[in-house]
């Protein structure tokens, strides 16, 4: 069985408590049982990991080269700031798709910069918890074709 690693980033772990108009109502848990639902019916074995921290994200990656099949990440606010995670997606080779809850093309200036996005496949903004879906069944698609 094919395995995807889910990493998101930091206060996604926060979801449901505050900003609802932007990020829903529907906790980080509902959002776990979420992606494990979606990952079982399209026949993957599926890790998620949060982490508030950087670095912490980066040795997340670094450890699934030669483990993971593809990585979905949403890095929260790193998207706009961090060279390191793309670097570490790009060091392990691993397909990435990148995805946002919120549509960040619409937002504040500074979330319009996504530096992860030059080391993912796609990128999936605005969808919400249905971004996660969309990036697994990516996943299956592009991993049929690959066979
Ligand atoms: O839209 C997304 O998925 C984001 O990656 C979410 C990040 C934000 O920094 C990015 O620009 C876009 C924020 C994640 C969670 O933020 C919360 C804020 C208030 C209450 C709960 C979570």
Do not use: W
């Amino acid at each position: 069985m094919k395995k995807i690693l889910v990493i998101n980033g930091p206060n996604i772990n926060m979801l449901g408590l505050r900003e609802p108009d932007i990020y829903g109502t529907k906790t980080f848990d509902d959002l776990l049982a979420f992606i494990g639902g979606a990952a079982n019916d399209a026949g993957f074995e599926v890790q998620c990991f949060q982490s508030n921290s950087e670095g912490a994200i980066v040795d997340k990656i670094q450890q699934a080269y030669g483990i993971f099949d593809g990585i979905i990440i949403n890095p929260a606010a790193y998207t706009h700031t961090s060279i390191a995670i793309p670097d570490a997606l790009k060091a392990v080779g691993i397909p990435a798709v990148e995805v946002h809850l919120s549509d960040i093309s619409q937002r504040e200036a500074y979330r319009q910069i996504s530096y992860t996005s030059e080391a993912c496949q796609i990128t999936i903004a605005g969808k919400g918890f249905e971004g996660y879906r969309e990036a697994v069944y990516f996943f299956k698609s592009s991993m049929i074709q690959n066979k």
